[in-house]
């Protein structure tokens, strides 16, 4: 690594940091969606002029680490003029799962390409089979809109007929016109920072940093790799099921760390399913990622050059690297938290005072949408619930919280209901749902939804039959569970389904607890 000012390395990594922070600001506060403006369902992140990632604000694991395959993928396709804005979803072009839209802008200095500004936001609807876009499908077209790299703008102006065609293919036109209106002002004021930051210091001094940055979290990973022994630490767990066959999914790794590098295979995994929880090899490279900077205990810029000492096997047209045109909306959300839970599962038999138990291993997605006579106006709304951490060697798990792949924040009740025409009647933890242990898991969540007038419901979710797993001696965390109460009538679903209810029908999703710590002194 090349000898910097550790004053000026550290100036610069907040400097980055800053710009993808207030990046998020903007988005956050100009969106329509309580999918973007509440729940925070977006990432925004810098990059180089080769797509690589220099740094990223504290946003959504899953986007964040796919992200710089989009970008790769838009360099690819078209050529960037200053004023332009790529746009795509396409899971096999660096895209996570079809609600999740790219927005990429390029920033020239001095007439050169030197820098990309994206945020990645999940959208409540991009057409398909279902309002939420979160289909229970068996290919990737009924899944929603696929959007290739496409300029949205064009030398600083809108591309209308990209945008009208977008919004004749989703269910909440308006919706989508605001939320993408906030990306693209994102991106700008993204832009603009960068160009102040350029104005301030330099060119060479920008660009040189932003080198030494990814530098930086290199190095700091390759001294953890080095903490680890040397050795191949191999696990496996399962996807309760695709949401089209009731068959568990294997999903099997093992990790072979020699000095500071690490190879990272998951052969042996299942082949790709016909249901939507297949994941594409961007999804895979993001839970990698993820895990392997949790164990980094510095304070160290999310970026590209945490790739750097990992090698990720991942066998072609499996449930962890998806051939096109598989069915992947699942693959996202539930998939990669498996990833997770495998690879930590692996790393504990490496080093089982610091790898917690498994936390609730699911997003608990619910998708709905409908027509409200009120409003006179169609509605389509996507969310994930939270659910117990896994306990860990110096703490018990948290309750009720968003873990591991996701990172975003609780729907407020009140916001809920102004939006939609529906009641939230009740909220709370699940008490008992956590494993016991020398340090307990985490408890889960109740949430109870009244639907007022009638909706088709989606819910994709895990941990049904597989429940989360404890450690050293901790017991497992409690399985989760979805019903509906009908006229009186309570029936128990399965943890993917596609429904319709109608008005006073309530859906109740009790969220899985996390695994033990240790084995319970009671």
């Known amino acids: 690594m090349t000898k910097v000012d550790p004053i000026e390395l550290e100036l610069f990594k907040n400097v980055f940091v800053a710009i993808s922070e207030e990046m998020a600001a903007v988005l956050g506060r100009t969106a329509l969606s309580p999918n973007i403006k509440e729940r925070k369902d977006f990432s925004c992140a810098l990059f180089n002029r080769s797509g690589e990632t220099l740094a990223q604000g504290s946003h959504i694991p899953v986007h964040l680490g796919a992200m710089p395959l989009s970008v790769q993928a838009a360099l690819r396709a078209v050529t960037f003029e200053k004023g332009d804005l790529v746009i795509l979803n396409d899971p096999y072009r660096g895209g996570t799962h079809l609600p999740d839209i790219t927005c990429i802008s390029p920033v020239f ?14 959208h409540s609807d991009v057409g398909g089979m279902t309002p939420g876009s979160m289909p229970l499908a068996t290919e990737l077209f009924q899944e929603g809109l696929i959007i290739p790299p496409l300029k949205l703008y064009s030398r600083g102006r809108l591309n209308r007929d990209v945008f009208d065609l977008i919004l004749a293919n989703v269910r909440t036109p308006d919706e989508r016109r605001g939320d993408l209106l906030a990306q693209v002002a994102a991106n700008d004021i993204g832009r603009t920072r960068i160009e102040e930051a350029v104005g301030r210091f330099g060119t060479g001094k920008v660009r040189l940093y932003a080198g030494l940055i990814q530098d930086y979290s290199e190095e700091f990973l390759r001294r953890t790799l080095r903490d680890i022994p040397d050795g191949e630490y191999a696990f496996e767990d399962h996807l309760d099921d695709d949401g089209i066959s009731d068959r568990p999914i294997r999903i099997a790794v093992r990790i072979a760390v020699r000095g500071d590098r690490a190879v990272i295979d998951f052969a042996g995994s299942a082949p790709q399913t016909t249901g939507g929880v297949n994941a594409n090899f961007a999804i895979t490279c993001s839970a ?7 164990l980094v205990e510095e304070d160290i810029p999310f970026n590209t050059g945490l790739m750097r000492p990992l090698s990720i096997l991942a066998p072609r047209a499996s449930i962890v690297n998806a051939d096109f045109p598989a069915a992947c909306a699942g693959g996202n959300v539930e998939t990669s938290q498996r990833i997770v839970d495998v690879l930590l599962g692996a790393l504990a038999k490496a080093m089982p005072e610091r790898i917690p138990a498994a936390s609730q291993g699911t997003m608990n997605n619910v998708a709905f949408g409908g027509y409200d006579p009120v409003r006179k106006r169609h509605f389509a709304y996507y969310e994930t619930i939270g659910g117990g951490m896994g306990g860990g060697a110096a703490a018990p798990g948290l309750s009720g919280v968003h873990t591991h792949m996701t990172n975003s924040l609780n729907t407020p009740i009140e916001a809920l209901e102004n939006y939609l025409p529906l009641k939230i ?62 006229r009186g009538r309570t029936r128990t679903l399965g943890g993917k389904v596609n429904i319709k209810l109608g008005p006073g029908d309530v859906l109740r999703v009790e969220t899985p607890g996390g695994g033990g710590y240790g084995k319970s002194k009671g």
Request: positive net charge; proline residues 5%; glycine residues 18%.
């Open 425 to 486: 009647r009740s909220y709370g933890l699940r008490k008992g749902s956590g494993g016991r242990g020398a340090n307990p898991g985490g408890e889960g969540i109740v949430r109870e939804y009244e639907f007022r007038v009638p909706v088709d419901l989606t819910v994709i979710s895990e941990r049904r039959r597989f429940a989360p797993y404890g450690a050293r001696g901790g017991d497992p965390g409690a399985s989760g569970r979805n019903s509906v109460d009908s």
């Open 109 to 122: 200095l001095g007439g050169k390409l030197e820098f990309i500004v994206a945020n990645r936001a999940h």
């Open 288 to 294: 990698v990622l993820y895990v392997f900077r949790c």
